[in-house]
């Protein structure tokens, strides 16, 4: 993948993000995207509540993965990085 690829990916990953941010806030969490690896697996980091809600990973799961590949089709999954 080019630098020229991997930067639209990530302005695409992004903004697929600020759509799913809007709900995490209310609950007082948000996520960062760390990076997109080559495999294009998005990593993501689940910040404030959600950083330690027991329901992060389905959050993950069934929100905001599936946003990300309806959004970006060329994303084949998404991780959790560890919020330390």
Same mark, same amino acid.
């Given at each position: ?19 799913? +941010?809007?709900?995490? =806030? @209310?609950?007082?969490? /948000? ?5 997109? *690896?080559?495999?294009? $697996? ?18 993950? +799961?069934?929100?905001? =993965? @599936?946003?990300?590949? /309806? ?5 084949? *999954?998404?991780?959790? $990085?560890?919020?330390?």
């Amino acid at each position: 993948m080019s630098e020229q690829e991997k930067k639209d990916l990530i302005e695409r990953v992004e903004a697929a993000l600020d759509k799913v +941010r809007p709900a995490l =806030e @209310r609950d007082g969490g /948000n996520v960062e995207l760390v990076e997109i *690896g080559e495999d294009k $697996v998005a990593y993501l980091k689940m910040l404030g509540h959600c950083g330690n809600c027991p329901m992060s990973q389905m959050t993950l +799961r069934m929100g905001i =993965e @599936r946003v990300l590949r /309806n959004e970006v089709p060329e994303i084949q *999954g998404v991780e959790a $990085v560890s919020p330390d």
